[in-house]
């Protein structure tokens, strides 16, 4: 039998169901019958087809309170996230004797985003061996065009250290301080402001703390009055870094009082040595939710923990 359009989109949806519905938007179904019936022969429809089912075929694995695993054709496994009603997927796995890959390799990963989004919150550790900290958007290296400080080259570019995804973002985050010593928090276009609470605290928050009311009139707080503002900084890279001044003599870096800083400047904060615990909340908040009572929305916490 030759294939029609209207035999395509029933088969489409054949194996359609909440798991795999972003693929399946009316839209896309649609971009996918052209693909089909754009073949030259009724072969080569039946072929891409079959193909569209398989990419987009989900069976339902196991479910956490935040998080679904799904598995399609060939072994490739999918996290899910629940969001809002909806689901999205920010990674795949293969589970196979050629990937490496296992099934619990799957499950110990989905529990890692399934404990971030129940904290609401990415975190790493971090070592201050002398408390004398520097913060930029980002630190440069000697010759002004790059980071100073990035991921091991074995590990850049890979799906568990992408940034695109909460999984990714702490591994990062820990990665980058087990390499450098350096505190990495993604951010947004934004304008961040760092105070300094106590020798022992420090958090990261909006520089513009203020919403508009149910009458469009601008309402603004003030933090508390015993917060020191250490500075502000212009995201124009979507991230804050900070990093121990003994650690930023050890790399390749540009001086900090070089012209290439000049509209963005770092500056030091003092705060006690030891071992500091980083959470960042940024992508996990409404900071309207906060100011609305008043309070102030934190970012980013930075605690000494020993």
């Known amino acids: 039998?030759?294939?029609?359009?209207?035999?395509?989109?029933?088969?489409?949806?054949?194996?359609?169901?909440?798991?795999?519905?972003?693929?399946?938007?009316?839209?896309?179904?649609?971009?996918?019958?052209?693909?089909?019936?754009?073949?030259?022969?009724?072969?080569?429809?039946?072929?891409?087809?079959?193909?569209?089912?398989?990419?987009?075929?989900?069976?339902?694995?196991?479910?956490?309170?935040?998080?679904?695993?799904?598995?399609?054709?060939?072994?490739?496994?999918?996290?899910?996230?629940?969001?809002?009603?909806?689901?999205?997927?920010?990674?795949?796995?293969?589970?196979?004797?050629?990937?490496?890959?296992?099934?619990?390799?799957?499950?110990?990963?989905?529990?890692?985003?399934?404990?971030?989004?129940?904290?609401?919150?990415?975190?790493?550790?971090?070592?201050?061996?002398?408390?004398?900290?520097?913060?930029?958007?980002?630190?440069?290296?000697?010759?002004?065009?790059?980071?100073?400080?990035?991921?091991?080259?074995?590990?850049?570019?890979?799906?568990?250290?992408?940034i695109n995804h909460s999984f990714g973002e702490q591994a990062t985050m820990q990665m980058l301080s087990d390499t450098h010593g350096l505190g990495f928090v993604q951010l947004g276009n934004t304008t961040a402001a760092v105070y300094k609470v106590t020798d022992d605290h420090i958090v990261i928050t909006s520089a513009y703390l203020y919403w508009d009311d149910e009458e469009g009139y601008e309402c603004e707080i003030a933090p508390p009055f015993d917060w020191e503002l250490l500075g502000e900084i212009s995201c124009d890279v979507w991230r804050v870094e900070f990093i121990d001044q003994q650690n930023f003599d050890k790399g390749d870096t540009l001086p900090l009082d070089h012209k290439n800083y000049q509209y963005n400047e770092p500056f030091k904060a003092t705060v006690n040595p030891g071992k500091w615990q980083v959470k960042n909340r940024y992508h996990f908040m409404n900071d309207n939710t906060f100011l609305e009572k008043g309070e102030v929305p934190i970012w980013v916490d930075i605690q000494r923990i020993t």
């Open 1 to 162: 039998m030759n294939l029609i359009k209207n035999e395509v989109i029933k088969q489409l949806k054949s194996i359609q169901n909440k798991y795999n519905e972003f693929d399946y938007t009316d839209e896309n179904i649609e971009s996918y019958v052209d693909l089909v019936m754009n073949r030259s022969t009724n072969d080569c429809k039946e072929s891409m087809l079959q193909h569209i089912m398989d990419s987009h075929y989900r069976e339902f694995v196991k479910e956490y309170s935040h998080v679904i695993i799904t598995k399609g054709k060939y072994g490739k496994h999918y996290i899910h996230i629940k969001h809002h009603s909806r689901l999205y997927s920010p990674m795949d796995i293969y589970v196979s004797k050629h990937t490496g890959n296992t099934i619990d390799d799957v499950y110990k990963k989905a529990e890692v985003f399934n404990t971030i989004y129940s904290n609401c919150f990415t975190t790493s550790e971090i070592k201050f061996p002398t408390g004398n900290i520097v913060f930029a958007n980002f630190f440069k290296n000697s010759k002004g065009d790059d980071y100073a400080f990035e991921m091991p080259e074995e590990y850049k570019y890979k799906d568990p250290y992408s």
